[in-house]
Every structure is written in structure tokens, then in C-alpha cells.
């Protein structure tokens, strides 16, 4: 029912940016909670950002400063601004989207690549 495309990665140099986008197709329920998580080579998924439906904000601490997640309701769609990028920011970023009610509804884009190198 509910489908994320996420859209905006590419190789960029260290200290340049990128803006992540995440549209959704089906509907989302106001109070889903979205998020952006990435994956490193050899690494676990972790936590990038998360934006409540009444747009509080939480970052990862690697992140925090650098990175801005936005979220548009009537649009459906949540953004991450990535600045002041550094190599150890290389990854797979994902969307998510989940309820904070029920376990089940748990939903993940394809992921995009994002890639800091000089």
C-alpha cells in the first residue's frame, strides 16, 4: 500500500552537499513517524535523522549540525539536507516510514548512494 522512493544521491567531494528526497506513494498516516537511516559498507543500518508528524526532530550525534530532515505532510514527502559532507558519511541512505501505534506498519524505500570522496 505504501511505497518510498528515495532520489538526490551521487558522488560528491568532502566538505560539499547533497539534498535527499523521499516521496511517498500510498497514503501516510499523520502520525508516522519518517526517518532517513544509512548503511556503510561493512557496517549496521543506523539511525541518520527522524521527523514526527508535527515535525519534532531527532539526529544522530555524527550528523548533528551538519544535517537538516524536513518533512512535508500535505505532500507527503521528507527531505534530508546533508552539509559539510565527510567520507565517513559514504553510504546507502534509506527512507523510512513507520507507525508509532502499530508494529507492522514499517516501511523502507530502495535506499540511494551517497558517496564522499575526493
Known amino acids: 500500500q505504501v511505497q518510498l522512493v528515495e532520489s538526490g544521491g551521487g558522488l560528491v567531494q568532502p566538505g560539499g552537499s547533497l539534498r535527499l528526497s523521499c516521496a511517498a506513494s500510498?497514503?501516510?498516516?499523520?502520525?508516522?513517524?519518517m526517518g532517513w537511516y544509512r548503511q556503510a559498507p561493512g557496517k549496521q543500518r543506523e539511525l541518520v535523522a527522524t521527523i514526527t508528524s508535527g515535525s519534532s526532530t531527532n539526529y544522530a550525534d555524527s550528523v548533528k549540525g551538519r544535517f537538516t530532515i524536513s518533512r512535508d505532510n500535505a505532500k507527503s514527502t521528507v527531505s534530508l539536507q546533508m552539509n559539510s559532507l565527510k567520507p565517513e558519511d559514504t553510504a546507502v541512505y534509506y527512507c523510512?516510514?513507520?507507525?508509532?501505534?502499530?508494529?507492522?506498519?514499517?516501511?523502507w524505500g530502495q535506499g540511494t548512494q551517497v558517496t564522499v570522496s575526493s
Open positions: 500510498g497514503r501516510i498516516f499523520t502520525n508516522y513517524v
Open positions: 523510512n516510514a513507520r507507525s508509532p501505534l502499530l508494529k507492522n506498519l514499517d516501511y
